[in-house]
């Protein structure tokens, strides 16, 4: 689930920070730079691990800013393909599941993932909403929240940035739509197979 991943990039200190600690300066830069933010193929950054090296230190004609290539680690979440994970659920929909880990939120689990054979209903505690619920045996087993759910990792995905924004009557016409809000990098959850799902069905 967690990787260290060793990169080099090259990064700016501005004039303001030099009269920090160099080591500190630069951990700083990378932490704003990096830190919740996805890397194409290689996952969500969660901290900068180590510092493994820094070179250079060039100062550029016009500019007060120091330049060095620094080698460091980043802790990166990026879950693989059949790994069980735990979460909480944050929406249900029509479309299916939506799952949290609490510091990553774009887990989903769509409808033909879901513990077979299923149907929903609507949710008894939330106005306009609906909960899944899973059929065994003659018995109803609903996914309501109040568990952890273990789930089964399909697929991890990482989306183009869209290039182009939509015109104000675009956006006027979509208002009443629900618009699900881009993200960099969507886990794909299962939840169809023996021990998979809230907790609770196999306690």
Same mark, same amino acid.
């Given at each position: 689930?967690?990787? %260290?991943?060793?990169?080099?990039? =090259?990064?700016? +200190?501005?004039? #303001?920070?030099? /009269?920090r600690?160099?080591? *500190?300066?630069? &951990?700083? *830069?990378?932490?704003?730079?990096? %830190?919740? &933010?996805?890397?194409?193929?290689?996952?969500?950054c969660?901290?900068?691990?180590?510092? $493994?090296?820094?070179?250079?230190?060039?100062i550029?004609?016009?500019?007060?800013?120091?330049?060095?290539?620094? $080698? @460091?680690?980043?802790?990166?979440?990026?879950?693989?393909v059949?790994?069980?994970?735990?979460?909480?659920? &944050?929406?249900?929909?029509?479309?299916?599941? $939506? %799952?949290?880990?609490? @510091? @990553?939120?774009?887990?989903?689990?769509?409808?033909?993932?879901?513990? =077979?054979? /299923?149907?929903?209903?609507?949710?008894?505690?939330?106005?306009?909403?609906?909960?899944? +619920?899973?059929?065994? *045996?003659?018995? /109803?087993?609903?996914?309501?929240? =109040?568990?952890?759910?273990r789930?089964?990792? #399909? /697929?991890?995905?990482?989306?183009?940035?869209?290039? *182009?924004?939509?015109k104000?009557?675009?956006?006027?016409?979509?208002? &009443?739509?629900?618009?699900?809000?881009?993200?960099?990098?969507?886990? =794909?959850?299962?939840?169809?197979?023996?021990?998979?799902?809230?907790?609770?069905?196999?306690?």
């Amino acid at each position: 689930m967690f990787f %260290l991943s060793e990169i080099e990039h =090259t990064l700016r +200190v501005p004039p #303001h920070l030099l /009269n920090r600690p160099l080591n *500190e300066a630069i &951990k700083g *830069e990378l932490d704003s730079l990096f %830190l919740d &933010k996805v890397i194409e193929k290689l996952g969500l950054c969660i901290s900068v691990y180590d510092i $493994r090296s820094i070179d250079g230190g060039s100062i550029f004609p016009g500019d007060g800013a120091s330049t060095y290539t620094v $080698r @460091f680690r980043l802790v990166l979440f990026r879950p693989f393909v059949g790994e069980v994970i735990s979460a909480r659920l &944050k929406a249900s929909t029509k479309d299916g599941l $939506r %799952l949290s880990l609490g @510091f @990553f939120d774009d887990i989903y689990v769509p409808v033909p993932l879901l513990a =077979t054979p /299923n149907h929903s209903e609507p949710d008894p505690e939330l106005k306009d909403g609906i909960r899944w +619920v899973w059929e065994y *045996e003659g018995e /109803n087993y609903p996914i309501d929240g =109040t568990d952890e759910i273990r789930f089964r990792v #399909h /697929n991890v995905s990482y989306p183009p940035i869209p290039l *182009e924004q939509a015109k104000d009557s675009d956006e006027k016409d979509s208002g &009443k739509k629900d618009v699900k809000p881009f993200a960099p990098m969507v886990v =794909t959850g299962s939840l169809d197979a023996d021990g998979l799902g809230p907790i609770s069905w196999w306690v």
